[in-house]
């Protein structure tokens, strides 16, 4: 079994430091692809490493198929970890780095043999294994540092940002290589630690998103946790919203006109806007920020939908698509609008959105979501 769960986990350095992890408390099932994603400094590799037994644990109980592993050396623990660097030895092969370890433990030639032609089957390096690490690309050294840990068949394997050495065209390949490893591998749970959001939407079951800063003495270091498309569409907070998705969502400041059940009346720089949210926990007057994601801004003067007036700021041509810098308001941010690759649009152009009710979010003056009341797929 390699359920992980992750109980009131904190991580404090030294007494009188702010806390690195507050109240981590999350559920891995077995087999689960989960991706901890979040801004430099909000504990990531903290927390994996915690699951490896590289960093002690200040408080919180942390067990791996149901078995407390706070106090066992990670050896005992039944993980495998990939780091950021590749760390081959330059004079073995590549079978030879892959069997390093199971050697080291004394394990049986003839099954370290098997384990490691497996292995090199599922990364496709069975024409690599006589080859030195100098003679290898930087997605084919990433890969068997991957090899190294499928050899041990852990229960869990950990992932420390594996592609921030390569550029983007490899980045991309050892991405779907390391989904095709979770697809082949199924029982093994998996932990990878990024920073790049493509990574976390296109690679987890589900992510953690975590928080650095003040905020994780206040609310946890947790900001959310569950699907990629949850996140996406159904985020708790503002931090969330404007983290997930590139570009980001476009979040416009508003003050609440009236609230029903099933629906919002925002004023957005004099214009009232329906948002499809039940939001009766404020009052009316309430200050309120009103997202909205740059896909589903629509432009024209007809259509269903409140009109928002914008000027064009900047234009950038992407070839499938094309994404509008605007200006909305003086005191207001810079909005997104994602558009289809040719675009006539240009830099000083006036132009009108519409904003449909049923894409908006709301969030309050402390930045918490209010309830949507009609729900985009998960």
Do not use: W
Request: proline share 4%; glycine share 8%; aromatic share 4%.
């Amino acid at each position: 079994m390699s359920r992980i769960d992750f109980k009131q986990i904190c991580k404090r350095y030294a007494p009188g430091l702010p806390l690195t992890i507050n109240n981590a408390n999350l559920t891995i099932e077995k087999g689960e692809f989960c991706v901890f994603v979040g801004p430099s400094g909000c504990g990531k590799s903290t927390l994996l490493r915690m699951v490896a037994g590289l960093e002690d644990i200040t408080s919180g109980d942390l067990a791996i198929g149901g078995r407390r592993v706070n106090d066992l050396e990670p050896a005992q623990r039944g993980v495998a970890m990939v780091f950021q660097s590749y760390a081959l030895y330059p004079h073995m092969t590549v079978a030879e780095n892959m069997a390093f370890g199971l050697r080291v433990l004394g394990s049986d030639k003839i099954a370290i043999e098997k384990k490691v032609k497996r292995a090199a089957e599922i990364l496709q390096l069975t024409h690599l294994l006589d080859r030195l690490p100098k003679q290898l690309s930087g997605g084919q050294r990433q890969r068997v540092a991957i090899g190294r840990a499928i050899v041990k068949e852990p229960e869990v394997f950990l992932f420390d940002e594996p592609l921030s050495n390569l550029d983007a065209a490899l980045r991309v390949q050892t991405r779907l290589e390391i989904a095709k490893l979770h697809h082949d591998i199924g029982t093994a749970s998996m932990i990878y630690v990024t920073h790049d959001q493509v990574e976390a939407m296109t690679l987890a079951d589900k992510i953690v998103l975590l928080r650095a800063g003040k905020s994780v003495e206040e609310s946890g270091s947790v900001a959310q946790f569950g699907s990629p498309m949850d996140l996406y569409h159904r985020p708790q907070n503002l931090f969330v919203a404007e983290f997930i998705g590139s570009p980001k969502m476009n979040v416009l400041p508003g003050k609440l006109v009236r609230a029903e059940a099933d629906h919002a009346v925002v004023e957005v720089h004099g214009e009232q806007v329906t948002a499809a949210v039940d939001a009766r926990a404020a009052k009316p007057g309430d200050v309120i920020s009103l997202g909205i994601r740059p896909e589903h801004l629509l432009t024209g003067n007809e259509g269903a939908g409140a009109a928002l007036h914008a000027s064009v700021r900047q234009l950038e041509r992407l070839g499938d698509s094309s994404m509008l810098y605007l200006d909305i308001a003086a005191d207001a941010p810079m909005a997104t609008l994602r558009v289809e690759g040719h675009s006539g649009a240009h830099a000083g152009d006036q132009i009108t959105l519409r904003v449909r009710a049923e894409h908006c979010h709301l969030f309050d003056s402390n930045g918490q979501a209010f309830r949507r009341t009609v729900e985009l797929p998960a």
